[in-house]
């Protein structure tokens, strides 16, 4: 079938390629409708790896995916032909003692999509298990159910944190996951968040919602800033979805005493952090690695109306501009969230 197909470091290609495809009773076969791009796919595009994934032979991108069931699996009875659907990238061996302890997204066996060697769906069809499998409420667009995924971190974040209701939290990094975490931390019971960057034109977007408050790095230091907003006493929560080494640095110089720090952001290379900073603070520290146990709760959100996603759509290609979506998400332009193709039909 026609896939995108990352040949190597920086050369994509639309081609057919050979897929197995094999439905087996719990699963259900899906036509894709919408796949965002994601950082992570833009990340093995242009450097080829992500930590220990390396991309050593052709592999279809492609794991933010909505589109329509066409078949299901004999023991299926939760889905029908017809159901509108996005889909968890990643499944784990349920038999894993990481299953086992509820912690399948860092499960060893696990396979995501668009993991070397694990393909994507940035193609006509795929087969996927009906347990990570939800159908979309008739409210909530294909363009919304291919956010669910980037969302679902947010609430992984949201969720490590253990927000007490009033919180304020900071938000380092303004990119889709940044502003994600940002919506998830303001649900999950933050009164409010700050969220700082180097871009005016993201952080502008960030504070069309309310609850979150940019600081643009450019014109004011956010130790300052979180200062002045909590009185010198600093924030609850600290997300730090940033992964710029700059911003790790300062984390304790932000966070209050006895307050959480969240790692989200992923650096390319390891960060100097001030463990004494930490402990003189006697802070939380949490990390996060996709999420696991909340993709259905992220879809609730977002169909209750609590979370509006579609303002982050920058833009949206067809599947023949696959490759020029991409070579777009790869010049990291100031004005763009996230960019999302249209597999088949149009945009909803």
Not at 12 to 23: A, G, H, T, V, Y
Not at 306 to 333: C, M
Request: proline share 6%; aromatic share 6%; net charge negative.
């Amino acid at each position: 079938m026609k896939a995108l197909v990352l040949e190597r470091v920086g050369e994509l290609s639309l081609r057919d390629i050979d897929l197995p495809q094999e439905m087996g009773p719990d699963d259900v076969r899906i036509r894709l409708h919408t796949v965002g791009v994601c950082g992570s796919d833009v990340h093995y595009y242009t450097h080829g790896r992500i930590g220990d994934f390396v991309v050593n032979e052709p592999m279809v991108l492609g794991h933010e995916a909505a589109g329509t069931v066409i078949e299901v699996g004999a023991n299926v009875t939760q889905l029908q032909p017809g159901d509108r659907v996005c889909m968890e990238p990643g499944i784990p061996d349920p038999k894993s003692r990481a299953s086992r302890l509820g912690l399948y997204n860092v499960d060893p066996a696990v396979t995501f999509w668009a993991t070397p060697p694990v393909h994507g769906v940035l193609v006509p069809e795929t087969v996927h298990p009906a347990s990570f499998t939800y159908k979309l409420p008739d409210n909530v667009s294909f363009a919304e159910g291919a956010m669910v995924e980037p969302f679902a971190v947010g609430m992984q974040a949201a969720t490590r944190a253990k927000i007490t209701p009033g919180d304020t939290a900071v938000v380092t990094g303004c990119g889709t996951i940044g502003i994600m975490v940002a919506l998830a931390a303001l649900a999950g019971g933050c009164s409010r968040v700050l969220i700082s960057d180097l871009s005016e034109t993201k952080l502008k977007l960030a504070e069309t919602y309310d609850g979150i408050t940019g600081v643009n790095l450019r014109e004011q230091n956010l130790v300052e800033a979180v200062n002045t907003a909590t009185d010198g006493w600093g924030a609850d929560i600290v997300f730090e979805c940033s992964g710029a080494a700059a911003a790790v640095r300062d984390l304790f110089k932000v966070v209050r005493p006895g307050g959480t720090v969240v790692l989200v952001g992923l650096p390319p290379e390891p960060v100097p952090m001030d463990i004494a900073a930490a402990c003189s603070r006697e802070c939380r520290i949490e990390t996060v690695f996709r999420y696991a146990n909340v993709f259905d709760r992220a879809l609730a959100l977002i169909a209750a109306g609590k979370v509006d996603l579609k303002p982050l759509v920058s833009g949206t290609f067809s599947f023949d501009q696959s490759i020029a979506a991409f070579e777009r998400a790869a010049e990291a332009r100031p004005e763009d969230v996230k960019l999302q193709i249209i597999v088949d039909g149009e945009r909803n």
